[in-house]
T-cell receptor
Framework: AQKITQTQPGMFVQEKEAVTLDCTYD???????LFWYKQPSSGEMIFLIY??????QNATEGRYSLNFQKARKSANLVISASQLGDSAMYFC?????????????FGKGTHLIIQP | DVKVTQSSRYLVKRTGEKVFLECVQD?????MFWYRQDPGLGLRLIYF???????EKGDIPEGYSVSREKKERFSLILESASTNQTSMYLC??????????FGPGTRLTVL
């Protein structure tokens, strides 16, 4: 079974609209972390936002927020007021356990295209 | 700013060659990682290291080895490159369990 599932291979959204990118995860660990990364066409991976499994509040970073629903094992990324520069691949990822050295498990990504 | 650099952006090698991919980070991070990225598959973890001379296998270590002789440098080695190792290789580093910072990637083509 996939540990990170992103069900939207691609999305087209009008500029200035809000966007929700879906992510569900699967783990039996009590302690874990969830991450979202953006990868523009230039290829670099840009960290956007982090949510720890024990965090009670949803994480927010500027226009990005993470809609964390622990019981449903979902960690959707919400981008408010989308901009043309938001066009990119977006990856959801998970770190399991408390081990700081653990690698991340990534989803297959969502290709977001913002249209003017 | 954290900086993670990789020795090459593009590399072309022949089947059977030994290939070294180098990664250097300048923020004294304990943890370093190697991923490969393929279309439709996302990123997959090859190896990681949590300290000098320490290494752990990730999800797809077959055909690869790593070396970490200094804290800032983490090398990925393809002992005998094969065409199915044509991919984008991404190095990352992190401090404890915080976010990982990625390098620009090396696009490797094996002919």
């Amino acid at each position: 079974a996939q540990k990170i599932t992103q069900t939207q291979p691609g999305m087209f959204v009008q500029e200035k609209e809000a966007v929700t990118l879906d992510c569900t995860y699967d783990t039996s660990d009590q302690s874990y972390g969830l991450f979202w990364y953006k990868q523009p066409s230039s290829g670099e991976m840009i960290f956007l936002i982090y949510q720890g499994s024990y965090d009670e509040q949803n994480a927010t970073e500027g226009r990005y927020s993470l809609n964390f629903q622990k019981a449903r094992k979902s960690a959707n990324l919400v981008i408010s007021a989308s901009q043309l520069g938001d066009s990119a691949m977006y990856f959801c990822a998970m770190r399991e356990g408390d081990g700081g050295a653990d690698g991340l498990t990534f989803g297959k990504g969502t290709h977001l295209i913002i249209q003017p | 700013d954290v900086k993670v650099t990789q020795s090459s952006r593009y590399l072309v090698k022949r089947t059977g060659e030994k290939v070294f991919l180098e990664c250097v980070q300048d923020m004294d991070h304990e943890n370093m990682f190697w991923y490969r990225q393929d279309p439709g598959l996302g990123l997959r973890l090859i190896y990681f290291s949590y300290d000098v001379k320490m290494k752990e296998k990730g999800d797809i270590p077959e055909g690869y080895s790593v070396s970490r002789e200094k804290k800032e440098r983490f090398s990925l080695i393809l002992e005998s490159a094969s065409t199915n190792q044509t991919s984008m290789y991404l190095c990352a580093s992190s401090l404890r369990h915080n976010e990982q910072f990625f390098g620009p990637g090396t696009r490797l083509t094996v002919l």
